[in-house]
């Protein structure tokens, strides 16, 4: 005992230590964000209202699908798991290779028309403030994404296709509680990630999910992990 304070014990200080460790990263990977000059204004593209633009460029309206990177960011941001302060960072990686920085404390606009507007103001002035406050709720940083990781961290990779596959759920209560946990998910409509730098690669289903429903069980598993209701 030291000046009158009993020192915590060994316990407390694990628990402690434990706690602060907790923590995900999301990696939205392949989002299709791309502004061009439509008319008069910049426009965030999709395959919706650029049809024709797309179609006079040679591009494919298929792939331009920036709704999958808005319902997979309001996935994460309004799971249990954010309210407890648990996700401590969020990026989303474009095609275009753009690595765009997302605070998850930010209150994304809830309809796709206004998530749009905000994207293309984004990319064109690189940043996002808080109204209230001096915080950027958006940016563009350098990649690799990698450079923004804790050292000792686990990485997994998520896919229909890959080879380990069995109860998320379970698979989570294997994981260390005093590690950051890294995620990659696809944001796009079809295909496979591209992230070399994953330790694991993981199912989340027997079946092909959209990225939102997958980010859903994935956060769901946490908070059954660390008792978050």
Request: aromatic fraction near 8%; hydrophobic fraction near 40%; include cysteine.
């Amino acid at each position: 005992m030291v000046g009158g304070l009993q020192p915590p014990s060994i316990d407390e200080e694990e628990e402690v230590k434990k706690t602060a460790g907790q923590g995900i990263i999301f990696v939205l990977e392949d989002a299709q964000l791309e502004v061009a000059q439509v008319g008069k204004s910049y426009q965030l593209l999709n395959c919706d209202d650029h049809a024709s633009y797309l179609k006079k460029h040679k591009k494919d309206p298929a792939l331009f699908r920036p709704d999958i990177c808005h319902q997979a960011l309001l996935a994460i941001l309004d799971s249990p798991l954010n309210k407890a302060g648990k996700i401590k960072a969020i990026y989303v990686h474009t095609h275009k290779n753009v690595l765009i920085s997302v605070n998850p404390k930010i209150r994304l606009p809830r309809t796709f028309k206004r998530f749009c507007g905000l994207m293309a103001q984004l990319l064109q002035k690189l940043s996002i403030r808080a109204t209230n406050g001096p915080d950027k709720l958006l940016k563009i940083v350098k990649g690799p994404v990698t450079k923004y990781f804790p050292l000792e961290c686990v990485r997994l990779g998520f896919s229909w296709a890959a080879t380990k596959k069995e109860p998320f759920h379970k698979y989570v209560q294997g994981l260390p509680d005093d590690k950051t946990v890294v995620m990659v998910v696809g944001a796009f409509a079809h295909g496979k990630i591209d992230a070399p730098w994953v330790d694991d690669e993981v199912a989340v289903s027997e079946y092909p999910l959209s990225a939102a429903y997958a980010l859903g069980r994935i956060t769901n598993a946490f908070e059954q992990k660390w008792s978050i209701f």
